[in-house]
T-cell receptor
Framework: GIQVEQSPPDLILQEGANSTLRCNFS?????LQWFHQNPWGQLINLFY???GTKQNGRLSATTVATERYSLLYISSSQTTDSGVYFC???????????FGQGTELSVKP | NAGVTQTPKFRILKIGQSMTLQCTQD?????MYWYRQDPGMGLKLIYY???????DKGEVPNGYNVSRSTTEDFPLRLELAAPSQTSVYFC?????????????????FGSGTRLTVV
């Protein structure tokens, strides 16, 4: 099956710093999504981005499907950005996502 | 609009007991999923459904069963609980369009059920 690797596994930032999270995947995909799991365990969908670039406020994501990676950018980080960020992929667009191990982000005030 | 609702939020089971985790969504999503998340790990797909009456296995289906009699409900059944099933269980739903420009939208998770088997 598809392998999904995220890096770095852990990241500690000071409030206001920028960061880039990476997701590499081992095979062609038609579905890629980024999720944020907050410290209380709630999972929120951030982006559906099988290719191209999208932006939502301080967050943006870029997927280069031909090179099998995706990047999540967080600018001017805030303490509320803390939690675990997951990348998930699927071969087809109809779901059945395979999740990476996540990047645990801690933003210090 | 409640989204995806899971019950119960917490449960302790003894080895060999059975239980059903309930999941309901009110967004008229056609796809529904059950995942488990072990400590410090990502999510692993247990079962999924593309519509009422249709279910299929995910990565880790052993020890579980599901049914999808309506669009809204997707219960997960544990028949003989084992300590290896101690985990946090998440239900999710999404809308998948059809045709040449198929896409998977609105992936929404419930708040999770923390299950401990002792």
């Amino acid at each position: 099956g598809i392998q999904v690797e995220q890096s770095p596994p852990d990241l500690i930032l000071q409030e206001g710093a920028n960061s880039t999270l990476r997701c590499n995947f081992s095979d062609s995909v038609n579905n890629l999504q980024w999720f944020h799991q907050n410290p209380w365990g709630q999972l929120i969908n951030l982006f559906y981005i099988p290719s191209g670039t999208k932006q939502n406020g301080r967050l943006s994501a870029t997927t280069v499907a031909t090179e099998r990676y995706s990047l999540l950018y967080i600018s001017s980080s805030q303490t509320t950005d803390s939690g675990v960020y997951f990348c998930a992929v699927a071969r087809n667009q109809g779901g059945k996502l395979i999740f990476g191990q996540g990047t645990e982000l801690s933003v210090k005030p | 609009n409640a989204g995806v609702t899971q019950t119960p939020k917490f449960r302790i089971l003894k080895i060999g007991q059975s239980m059903t985790l309930q999941c309901t969504q009110d967004m008229n999503h056609n796809y529904m999923y059950w995942y488990r998340q072990d400590p410090g790990m990502g999510l692993k797909l247990i079962y999924y459904s593309v519509g009422a009456g249709i279910t299929d296995k995910g990565e880790v289906p052993n020890g579980y069963n599901v049914s999808r009699s309506t669009t809204e409900d997707f219960p997960l059944r544990l028949e003989l609980a084992a300590p290896s099933q101690t985990s946090v269980y998440f239900c999710a739903s999404s809308y998948s369009s059809t045709g040449a420009n198929r896409a998977n939208y609105g992936y929404t998770f419930g708040s999770g059920t923390r299950l401990t088997v002792v």
